[in-house]
């Protein structure tokens, strides 16, 4: 039987908290910064927590990795 191989993306992307969830970073934060608003990029910055929704899309890129 094969290895069952990560998604190389999803490895860069995504990292699981120690309580199981995982976490990933804003969008819209690389350019055209000029006509956001700080508070805006401020908010940009920081980490989110991905959707129950989206979980098991991510299993399928990250198996063995999420539980």
Not at 6 to 17: L, P, V
Request: net charge positive; aromatic share 4%; proline share 3%.
């Amino acid at each position: 039987m094969p290895k069952m191989k990560s998604n190389s993306s999803a490895k860069k992307r995504f990292k699981i908290t120690g309580t199981g969830k995982v976490k990933r970073k804003h969008a819209f934060k690389n350019h055209i910064l000029t006509k956001k608003s700080t508070q805006r990029k401020r908010r940009l910055t920081k980490f989110a927590v991905v959707e129950k929704t989206e979980l098991n899309n991510l299993r399928l890129m990250l198996p063995g990795q999420i539980d």
